[in-house]
């Protein structure tokens, strides 16, 4: 069963999802993906990782790093998980790119190469965007692209962080 909730922030109205283990979405209304991997039956409730989630971003929009977790759940592929523990490890303020983190997992992997545009495609299906910071990754020759909120509040959040 999936808890839901809402926050009202900066770039819009978010979504946030959670079972009885964690958070397992965030999502901006109306984005590509929107709730993705929801149940079809969800109970709108009070429930105690809303309340750190929304601290969180609380936090998070006023311009400042977070110094405390939310307890996540991941709902994806092993591959998927895999690129977004990697995502919660791009600092604040910092980006990466798709290649960067597809090096990451083929030396893991003890792999020759892997495809950047499957760490892309794994990204942009990160169902819990902002707190795992999938905006923090760009294009190798520094361009924004994708984000599944837009690329307007890709731009926003990665002014926000100064980066």
């Known amino acids: 069963m999936h808890y839901i ?23 901006f209304e109306g984005q590509k993906y929107f709730a993705q991997g929801l149940d079809k039956e969800t109970e709108e409730k009070e429930f105690s990782v809303f309340q750190t989630a929304r601290r969180w971003l609380d936090v998070y929009f006023s311009g400042q790093a977070p110094d405390f977790q939310v307890p996540l759940h991941f709902q994806g592929t092993a591959f998927q998980k895999e690129v977004w523990e990697i995502l919660l490890s791009i600092p604040y303020g910092k980006t990466t790119t798709y290649g960067t983190i597809a090096k990451q997992l083929a030396a893991k992997r003890g792999l020759p190469h892997l495809s950047a545009q ?15 910071p999938c905006h923090r990754v760009i294009g190798a020759d520094g ?5 599944a909120g837009g690329i307007w509040r890709k731009e926003k959040l990665l002014a926000l962080e100064q980066a």
């Open 118 to 132: 499957a760490v892309g495609s794994a990204v942009g299906h990160n169902k819990i965007s902002i707190i795992v």
């Open 5 to 27: 909730n809402h926050y009202h922030s900066p770039l819009g109205t978010i979504l946030l999802a959670a079972d009885d283990t964690g958070l397992t979405g965030l999502w």
């Open 143 to 147: 361009s924004l692209t994708g984000y």
